[in-house]
């Protein structure tokens, strides 16, 4: 199904949104919002956004970056993916058995598809939650993920948000609860190109990885 793509650039004079090599003009839409014209995007457009003339960046609030943090989204309709765990309910949390576990060196591959040949095991250890380190999109293909700078976007080398998905969908069918280590009081320096979209950082506070999100500017639907 096709879609209207919207970016919040509050301070940008201009936005296109990038298609192929085409840039369509796109509509203020109030709150320092900009939106497409309805129809535009579909299940697997690649797209990307430019501001005030300028050159394509990824969306802020991208999905899905399958040639990673530089490169153009990927516009992703959740809706086609079709669950098997409608019964499914989790596990009590208090009296879990929780077990942290990296994608990439879960296993030989390194992704998502192939930690799920791996839940049988966590099972027979009698593991009841299963708790992956940071998944969402961070610069290269192997590392710790508290770099991140796509919060949306499962990470392309595990395997992208159908992975996730599949995952999370294998895990339940197990009787596996799955948690997510997140971070979201910084983002990573490498493919951060929020500065340019608008007030969503600050120089209030500095961390060794990357800088801070400004409290209360989040550019909220």
């Known amino acids: 199904m096709s879609g209207t793509a919207r970016v919040w650039a509050p301070e940008a004079r201009r936005v296109e ?18 939106e497409s014209g309805s129809g ?25 970056q399958p040639e990673g ?37 879960f296993t030989t591959e390194g992704t998502l598809e192939a930690a799920i040949e791996r839940l049988d095991e966590l099972v027979v250890l009698g593991i ?13 293909v192997r590392g710790w993920g508290y770099d991140g700078v796509h919060l949306f976007a499962p990470h392309h080398a595990y395997g992208g948000p159908d992975g996730l998905k599949r995952f999370v969908d294998a895990a339940h069918g197990r009787g596996l609860a799955v948690l997510l280590d997140v971070v979201y009081n910084h983002f990573g320096p490498d493919g951060n190109y929020l500065p340019r979209f608008g007030p969503y950082l600050t120089d209030r506070y500095h961390t060794p990885r990357g800088r801070c999100g400004e409290p209360g500017r989040t550019g909220k639907r």
């Open 128 to 140: 009841s939650h299963l708790e992956l380190m940071p998944v969402n999109e961070f610069p290269g």
């Open 17 to 34: 949104l990038v298609l192929g090599n085409v840039r369509h003009q796109m509509q203020p839409g109030g709150g320092g919002w900009w």
């Open 69 to 105: 943090v530089h490169g153009r989204s990927r516009w992703v309709d959740h809706r086609r993916f079709t669950w098997s765990d409608a019964a499914w309910s989790p596990p009590d949390l208090a009296s879990g058995v929780i077990y942290e576990s990296h994608i990439g060196t």
């Open 40 to 64: 535009v995007v579909e299940h697997g457009t690649d797209y990307a956004f430019a501001l005030n003339g300028g050159e394509p960046l990824p969306d802020p609030r991208s999905p899905w």
